[in-house]
């Protein structure tokens, strides 16, 4: 078992003529939390997608766990991963979307069992009792029943939250978790990730709340167009960014 | 009379608002309007000599007539269950990277609703004419059985062939435009829990897509109800030929008529509610209130409210 989680060398990515990636160099320990700030459009989501495989690497290598995503390496050949394998190594990293993306067809509870049960054979009462304990975790105990249609934003995401936590994940990816919430809701989201990181999680958070980067975050990552403009402690990147760039994006976020 | 300005004592809310509500009547007018011309029709027919309602009662439950209700509704139920299964998998291949499969899914819907049911029904029936024998084994390679086609299809798989297959055409369509209004976060949530292609097809996408497939699924069903009709032309007993059976050889053909459309018109009004009731099914977490029933509508008639049907 390594202490590196996740590991990127060069990591390019291209949709099409837009190169979106423009080599990007980092490392996430076990147990860490790296916050990743930037403008729009600087590839942060799209890095994030690309370590779960939702979007394929065009160069470059990208590890979690110490095994490639989406390959495999024999003989100094690279092999694609066969469809079932890139959706076991999916089923270990949690991802929580911007849109929060729950089945709107499933009660709360529905949502955070279809996982366990239909991917990792657990037992139905018993993915249903893990569930309602996940539910309750987040502050839904009470809406376990609910179809996503009645819950406000804020709780649709910790639904969401749990659905990820459901299938135990060793990574958790949260892509802007907070950006489409009202202000007010924001709150008991931040919360529930704050737990989470406490309880030891390796998370990665592309995110705009910069109190929670500066709280929470072991490690801040600003990117834009591509690259990875600096990296470091909160403390360093937040309170006295090196780069210009950094500067100039914190004096209009802060 | 109650105004805004007097409250509750107790409780300090104000009394309920009791206002003179706004007439509509241009809504009564329409009204009257619609049920004399509708009366007037109704005295029409129930008069008119040439429908002979003694002879619609006579014919209605004729064992004759109960025996083509009976094969219209098998082959409803087996020619979409043929068209729905073809449309999934259709919507499926159309959907596939491989250019070569959903280009073939592609050139069937183009070829199936390019050209006429009628035409495709007389096309299966006269199969035997262009293939006498039909070579089932390795394509290109030897034979492994050689049915003549006259016995393979028989009158009924003509009838079979040629409405499921057409339906199979409308329904990849339908059912494309049901994948196409989920939305691709959806598929991406599902990945990012490890589940196959498979499963999220089953489990995901295509429970939600039926919400955007059931009621045009219905619209189907009544049409295919009513072109079963047209395997009449090629001698299948349903409900339309055994009517004709019975008026060749009486000449009551009005009345007839009148009783096939008794049938039809009951037949579709069960699909009504069928359609409701799986339409409730799956429109579960879309909603967050029921839909105004029909009874607040009416209500609403002589109110000020927006509900009025008029």
Known sequence: MSELMVKAEAVHKSFGRLEVLRGIDLEVNRGEVMCVLGPSGSGKSTFLRCINHLEKINAGRLSVDGELVGYREAGGKLYELRENEVARKRAEIGMVFQHFNLFPHMTALENVALGPIRVKGVPRSDARNRGQQLLKRVGLGDKLNTYPVALSGGQQQRVAIARALAMEPKLMLFDEPTSALDPELVGDVLDAMRQLARDGMTMIVVTHEMGFAREVADQVVFMDEGVVVESGSPAAVLGSPRHERTRAFLSKVL | ?310
Request: glycine letters at 10%; aromatic letters at 10%.
């Open chain 2, 1 to 310: 009379m109650a105004t805004s300005e007097q409250t509750d004592k107790r409780t300090g809310r104000p009394d309920e608002i009791e206002a003179v509500p706004v007439r509509h009547p241009g809504r009564w007018i329409a009204a009257v309007i619609v049920l004399v011309v509708g009366a007037s029709i109704i005295k029409s027919i129930v008069t008119a000599k040439g429908f002979q309602w003694g002879v619609v009662g006579h014919y209605l439950f004729d064992s004759r007539i109960l025996h083509g209700v009976l094969a219209t509704i098998w082959l409803t139920f087996l020619a979409m269950a043929v068209g729905i299964l073809l449309g999934v998998v259709l919507a499926i291949m159309r959907q596939s990277p491989n250019p070569i499969v959903s280009g073939a899914s592609w050139l069937y819907i183009w070829f199936f609703r390019g050209t006429p049911l009628l035409v495709q029904l007389l096309f299966w029936f006269n199969i035997a004419s262009l293939f006498p024998v039909i070579n089932l084994g390795v394509p290109f390679g030897p034979a492994l059985v050689s049915p003549h086609a006259n016995s393979l299809v028989t009158t009924f798989a003509a009838v079979l062939l040629g409405l499921g297959l057409n339906e199979g055409a409308y329904m990849a369509e339908i059912v494309r435009a049901g994948f196409l209004s989920v939305p691709h976060g959806q598929t991406e949530a599902a990945q990012s829990l490890g589940m196959s292609r498979l499963q999220i097809m089953r489990l995901v996408v295509l429970p939600q897509a039926m919400r955007v497939i059931v009621p045009p699924t219905g619209n189907e069903t009544i049409s295919m109800l009513k072109n079963t009709s047209l395997a009449s032309t090629i001698t299948y007993v349903e409900l339309t030929y055994s009517a004709q059976l019975i008026y060749s050889a009486n000449f009551k053909t009005i009345p007839l008529l009148v009783v096939i459309s008794i049938w039809y018109l009951v037949l579709t009004s069960v699909l009504y509610v069928g359609q409701y009731f799986i339409e409730r099914r799956y429109g579960r977490g879309f909603t967050r209130a029921e839909r105004a029933s029909m009874r607040a509508r009416w209500l609403g008639m002589g109110r000020g409210g927006g509900g009025g049907i008029a």
